[in-house]
């Protein structure tokens, strides 16, 4: 093979981290084209047998392209989880780089292939530097926690997919770690760069405190305080409905850190996804507001109804959330919160 120009593999979704360039896909005479090039074909065909016969004929695994690219990358960027499978059974390498710097992981993510991701990170994949990694030391900021220092050993799941309870410092805090939808929008992590230099200002007793996150590396996370008495709607089922005074307690409760937000300098927070399942419960029994900075990085479908035809505390709140998902709402919207809050707690059973 010596003395032949290497190829270009363009068939297929290309590198994550490629520029954007014209594809020139062309006919190839296969019988001409070294079998790592064929190899790259067949992976990304989904040819299970074919790449079976070629890896067991000593064909290179691990065989590269003119761009540093190799079959298993070509399978995670199509997303053909058994292909991933059979190549890494071969004793392909598992976290290659091409010339842009991408990983087959990295790939994996950036077109959302989840099924290979999870096999990937199974088998032992690292993702690459956090998108909001630092090169100096004295720029880590002053929020930064040491991923080393999270114990998950014993973690409990609050939320699915979401919060977890783990352990920093010996005491007991709430995680959340950001999904690869963060990790690949540029926009997202920009909005979430300016939602923790924001976070690392709150300090009052009716909000949830922000102790610091994980940016300096994969996968990101927001570690807060842990509220081991869980939301105000579990709380509300298991009640029922309150005293008067007890009511207007936990109304004011809400109404002081809606109110601490609203009176951020220069701007104002707007919480977006106010509701009993994001207010949650201290040990004395007073309320605290959560979830309202990272709530802003969320993505409303339009085809989903604003309207929930289940049971699950949202009650009054549709009223206006029209006015908060489309843009329009300001803080006097959300004045009324409070008495809505106020309303349910005196009468619960008026969500069903």
């Given at each position: 093979?010596?003395?032949?120009?290497?190829?270009?593999?363009?068939?297929?979704?290309q590198?994550?981290?490629?520029?954007?360039?014209?594809?020139?896909?062309?006919?190839?005479?296969?019988?001409g084209?070294?079998?790592?090039?064929?190899?790259?074909?067949?992976?990304?065909?989904?040819?299970?047998?074919?790449?079976?016969?070629?890896?067991?004929?000593?064909?290179?695994?691990?065989?590269?392209?003119?761009?540093?690219?190799?079959?298993?990358?070509?399978?995670?960027?199509?997303?053909?989880?058994?292909?991933?499978?059979l190549l890494?059974?071969?004793?392909?390498?598992?976290?290659?780089?091409?010339?842009?710097?991408?990983?087959?992981?990295?790939?994996?993510?950036?077109?959302?292939?989840?099924?290979?991701?999870?096999?990937l990170?199974?088998?032992?994949?690292?993702?690459?530097?956090?998108?909001?990694?630092?090169?100096?030391?004295?720029?880590?900021?002053?929020y930064?926690i040491?991923?080393?220092?999270?114990?998950?050993?014993?973690?409990?799941?609050?939320?699915?997919?979401?919060?977890?309870?783990?352990?920093?410092?010996?005491i007991?805090?709430?995680?959340?770690?950001?999904?690869?939808?963060?990790?690949?929008?540029?926009?997202?992590?920009?909005?979430?760069?300016?939602?923790?230099?924001?976070?690392?200002?709150?300090?009052?007793?009716?909000?949830?405190?922000?102790?610091?996150?994980?940016?300096?590396?994969?996968?990101?996370?927001i570690?807060?305080e842990?509220?081991?008495?869980?939301?105000?709607?579990?709380?509300?089922?298991?009640?029922?409905?309150?005293?008067?005074?007890?009511?207007?307690r936990?109304?004011?409760?809400?109404?002081?850190?809606?109110n601490?937000?609203?009176?951020?300098?220069?701007v104002?927070?707007?919480?977006?996804?106010?509701?009993?399942?994001?207010?949650?419960?201290?040990?004395?029994?007073?309320?605290?507001?959560?979830?309202?900075?990272?709530?802003?990085?969320?993505?409303?479908?339009?085809?989903?109804?604003?309207?929930?035809?289940?049971?699950?505390?949202?009650?009054?709140?549709?009223?206006?959330?029209n006015?908060?998902?489309f843009?329009?709402?300001?803080?006097?919207?959300?004045?009324?919160?409070?008495?809505?809050?106020?309303?349910?707690?005196?009468?619960?059973?008026?969500?069903?």
């Amino acid at each position: 093979m010596e003395g032949k120009n290497p190829l270009r593999f363009t068939l297929g979704k290309q590198s994550s981290l490629a520029p954007e360039r014209d594809r020139e896909e062309s006919d190839v005479d296969m019988d001409g084209v070294d079998p790592g090039v064929r190899l790259m074909y067949l992976a990304n065909e989904g040819n299970l047998e074919g790449i079976k016969d070629l890896v067991n004929s000593d064909v290179d695994v691990n065989f590269r392209d003119i761009d540093g690219r190799t079959a298993l990358h070509i399978a995670s960027c199509q997303g053909l989880t058994q292909v991933v499978d059979l190549l890494l059974d071969h004793g392909a390498e598992i976290d290659p780089k091409d010339r842009w710097g991408s990983t087959p992981l990295a790939d994996a993510i950036f077109y959302k292939n989840h099924d290979v991701i999870k096999l990937l990170e199974k088998r032992g994949a690292k993702p690459l530097m956090a998108p909001m990694h630092v090169k100096h030391a004295r720029e880590v900021p002053e929020y930064e926690i040491n991923p080393d220092e999270l114990d998950f050993t014993n973690s409990v799941e609050l939320t699915k997919g979401t919060f977890c309870v783990a352990l920093w410092r010996g005491i007991q805090v709430a995680v959340k770690k950001l999904g690869e939808e963060v990790l690949s929008d540029e926009d997202k992590v920009r909005a979430f760069r300016d939602e923790l230099a924001l976070l690392q200002k709150i300090r009052h007793p009716n909000v949830v405190q922000f102790l610091g996150a994980v940016t300096q590396s994969s996968p990101m996370m927001i570690v807060t305080e842990y509220l081991p008495k869980g939301d105000f709607c579990a709380f509300l089922k298991r009640k029922g409905a309150l005293k008067p005074i007890a009511a207007v307690r936990l109304a004011l409760d809400i109404a002081r850190g809606m109110n601490y937000l609203h009176e951020n300098k220069p701007v104002p927070i707007i919480h977006r996804d106010l509701e009993p399942s994001n207010i949650l419960r201290d040990d004395s029994g007073h309320l605290k507001v959560a979830d309202f900075g990272i709530s802003k990085l969320l993505t409303v479908k339009e085809e989903k109804p604003l309207i929930s035809l289940d049971n699950s505390c949202k009650c009054g709140i549709f009223i206006f959330m029209n006015l908060i998902y489309f843009g329009s709402c300001k803080t006097k919207c959300l004045s009324y919160m409070p008495a809505i809050f106020l309303y349910v707690l005196i009468d619960p059973y008026s969500c069903s």
